[in-house]
């Protein structure tokens, strides 16, 4: 079977208020999605990369990976499941019924090789998909509406979901259609793939895989990869 990446970068990037969408801010030496992109392309194991853009996106034919062979474009969907779910159906014809897809956000450009690597064995050797996540550091509370504490959650079962996330193509393409049609509210893959029944296993990753989310995340991106490098 062939692994395929999804990289959904479709967003505007809002919260973070910058004039260029997120994913296109500099990262010391390049674009955060082509740190996000670099990572991927360094794992011989997956053959074809697409990459889910805005309709009106100016910025990713401006940079060098674009051209790589193993980069495709498409264009993505109003919300990142959607994107997700296009680019999904773009490959749908090419994919083979044993194919696996991986799917991971532009916006994380500090993904380890070992993370990956590991992420791919631990998926193919359970036959199971999975996903890369971190235990829970902080106190977790439960408020009501009137944003008062109700209780204290019990963190040792609590991780936070990052990307890569890796399931079986076919069944991740019918779970997020699904979804779509019964109007779950999809925030990853994984919680479509727990809405259709499906297993999800937790693989742990490296706390320097952080979604670029705010201003400073910049500047810890950047320490991180410098760490990765050394
Ligand atoms: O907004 P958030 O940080 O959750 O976005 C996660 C990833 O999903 C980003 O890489 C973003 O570009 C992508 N996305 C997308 N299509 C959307 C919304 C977000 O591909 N409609």
Redesign the pocket.
């Known amino acids: 079977p062939r692994l395929w990446a999804v990289?959904?970068?479709?967003?505007?990037?809002?919260?973070f208020g910058a004039d260029c969408?997120?994913?296109y801010l500099d990262l010391g030496n390049a674009a955060v999605?082509e740190h996000?992109l670099h990572a991927l392309l360094a794992e011989p194991r997956i053959a074809t990369v697409v990459v889910?853009?805005?309709g009106d996106d100016s910025h990713f034919q401006q940079l060098a990976v674009s051209r790589n062979s193993r980069v495709r474009a498409v264009q993505?969907?109003?919300?990142?499941?959607?994107?997700?779910e296009l680019a999904l159906a773009s490959i749908a014809q090419d994919a083979g019924e044993r194919d696996w897809v991986l799917v991971h956000?532009?916006?994380?450009p500090c993904l380890s090789g070992s993370d990956l690597s590991r992420l791919i064995e631990e998926c193919l050797a359970r036959d199971c998909g999975g996903i890369l996540a971190q235990p829970m550091v902080d106190t977790v509370k439960r408020a009501n509406d009137r944003q008062q504490v109700v209780e204290t959650v019990d963190r040792t079962v609590l991780w936070r979901a990052q990307?890569p996330q890796m399931f079986p193509l076919a069944d991740l393409f019918s779970a997020l259609a699904d979804c779509r049609k019964r109007g779950v509210l999809v925030?990853d893959e994984a919680s479509a793939i727990e809405a259709t029944g499906g297993h999800v296993a937790i693989i742990q990753g490296s706390h320097r895989n952080i979604?670029?989310?705010h201003r400073e995340d910049l500047a810890l991106a950047e320490f991180f990869l410098n760490e990765l490098r050394a």
């Open positions: 990289v959904p970068a479709a967003g505007k990037g809002s919260r969408p997120k994913q999605i996000s889910a853009l805005r993505g969907g109003a919300e990142r499941a959607d994107s997700v956000d532009a916006a994380r990307t925030t979604k670029i989310t």
